[in-house]
C-alpha cells in the first residue's frame, strides 16, 4: 500500500503539469512574499530598494546565490568564463560584448536582486554603474573571509580547474604576488575604506556563514524557507600548512588595508 502512494506521488511530481505549477509558483514566490509584507518592509528598507549582489570570487558566493533565490527574483550579470571556451581569443570577445550590455539596475524592482563578478577594471561596480554608491535606493550586498585563506582558495581553486591564472605559478608567489585584493573590489583606499564599507546594506562573513544569512535575513525581514548549502568548496586547508610562518606574516603585512576593511 505505502509503496504504492509512494510511486503514485513520484509519478505526479514528475508528470508536466506539476512541473509547469512548481515553476509558475517558484517564479513568483518573491514576488508574493514582498507583497505580503510591502509596508513593515518599505517602514524598514524605504521605498523601491535596489539589491545588488557583488560576488567576490571564493567567498561563499555559490552557496549564497542559492539563498538569494529564496528570498529574490535574481538576475544575473557575471561575465563569460574563460573555461567555457577553447580559443581565449573568442573568450575575450565575449567578455568584450558582456561589458556593453549593462543592465539597468534602477529598473530592479524590490522582490529582484542583481548577482554579478565585478572584479575587471572595466566592470567594476562604479564603471559598470553609474552613480551606484551615490543612490540611496542600493542596498549593497557581499560576503567576506579571512584574506590569506581567500588567497590560498583561489590559488586551489585555480589548480583543480585549470585556470590560466596559476599555470605554472608557485604557491607562495601567488600569495605574495596580489595586494589588498578586497579592497580593489570594493573600490577603496586607506583614506575612504569605512565610508565605501558604509554604502553596503550588508557585508556578510564567510567562517560565520550561517549566523550571516540570519543576520541578513533579520534585515529583509524575510525568514530562510531552505537549508543552507555549502557548494563549491575549494578543499584548500592542505595549502594553508604548506606555507612558511613568514610568508604568512608578509601577507598579512601587505595586506593590511584588506584585515582592515573586514574588521570594519
Known sequence: ?????????????????????????????????????????DNILGEKPIFIYNHIPKCGGTSFNVILNDFFSVIYDYPPHELEFEYH?????????????????????????MSGHYFYNEIFLSSRFKGIYECPRVKLISFLRDPLTHRISLYSFGIKKGHSYVKGVELEDYILEEKNYYSKLLECDINNYKERLDNYFFIGIMEEFIRSIELLSEKLQMKVNRSIPNINRSNSEKYYGMLSEEIKQEFKSSNHLDYLSQLH
Open 1 to 41: 500500500m505505502k509503496q504504492g502512494i509512494t510511486n503514485t506521488i513520484f509519478k505526479i511530481r514528475k508528470s508536466k503539469l506539476y512541473q509547469r505549477l512548481k515553476y509558475f509558483y517558484l517564479s513568483r514566490k518573491p514576488f508574493l512574499r514582498y507583497f505580503f509584507n510591502k509596508s513593515k518592509r
Open 89 to 113: 581569443f573568442d573568450f575575450l570577445e565575449s567578455l568584450k560584448v558582456h561589458e556593453k550590455e549593462v543592465p539597468n539596475y534602477l529598473a530592479l524592482k524590490p522582490f529582484q536582486a
